[in-house]
């Protein structure tokens, strides 16, 4: 098992937003988000710690609540250097070392 | 740069052959970790490690091994190298501190092609 991504892809335009979510079926300790270009390894976005916490970088922001075990990705005002693949990661089990990823976003942005 | 280093890089084998996929790092980080990635399953854990000798298994640890005999080495095992195990396979680190820096890390990632 793993946390669920959706939507599985999304197209944009540029300019366009888009919300990513992420549901898990254990309780969430904390979530972080990653964005995947073709080809290269995946790339640390940032890091949730708290329920209910939203983070920013740049247009890009997220919130997570605890007790819906849910994180969201948005991506506001999207630029072409958006497009990739976002995950969703978080360990698996509270104090245990198993890090497991979401099942992934794929999203290209059209200029 | 997290100081990550995978071996090989690129790999094509015959079916039936055992694989060895290096992951050094320099770091002396606690926390490594295999995942693969293939289209449509996004990264899946393979095996884990918390410390030398200490390794535990992932969602898709059949036909893999690990082992940990140093702090820097992190070595993943096709025992028998089937065509379906032809994958992309990340090396991960974590740092495991406290607060905003515990997150993984990435190698590079090693291409394996069993045909």
């Known amino acids: 098992q793993q946390p669920v991504q959706s939507p599985q892809a999304v197209i944009l335009r540029e300019g366009e937003d888009a919300v990513i979510n992420c549901s898990s079926s254990k309780a969430l300790y904390s979530v972080h988000w990653y964005r995947q270009k073709h080809g290269e390894a995946p790339v640390f976005l940032m890091i949730?710690?708290?329920g209910g916490e939203q983070k920013g970088h740049e247009k890009i922001s997220a919130s997570f609540n605890e007790k819906k075990q849910q994180s969201s990705l948005y991506l506001t005002a999207s630029q072409l250097s958006y497009s990739g693949t976002y995950f969703c990661?978080?360990?698996w089990g509270s104090g245990t070392y198993k890090y497991i990823f979401g099942t992934g976003t794929r999203l290209k942005v059209l200029a | 740069d997290a100081g990550i280093t995978q071996s090989p890089r690129h790999k094509v084998t015959e079916t039936g052959t055992p694989v060895t996929l290096r992951c050094h790092q320099t770091?002396?980080?606690?926390?490594m970790y295999w995942y693969r990635q293939d289209p449509g399953h996004g990264l899946r854990l393979i095996h884990y490690?918390?410390?030398?000798?200490?390794?535990d298994k992932g969602e898709v640890s059949d036909g893999y091994s690990v082992s940990r005999s140093k702090t820097e080495d992190f070595l993943l095992t096709l025992e028998s190298a089937t065509s379906s195990q032809t994958s992309v396979y990340f090396c991960a680190i974590r740092p495991a501190q406290q607060g905003t820096m515990d997150t993984i890390y990435f190698g590079e990632g090693s291409w394996l092609t069993v045909v």
């Open positions: 990661g978080t360990e």
């Open positions: 949730l710690l708290k």
């Open positions: 490690s918390y410390g030398v000798k200490d390794t």
């Open positions: 770091e002396n980080h606690r926390y």
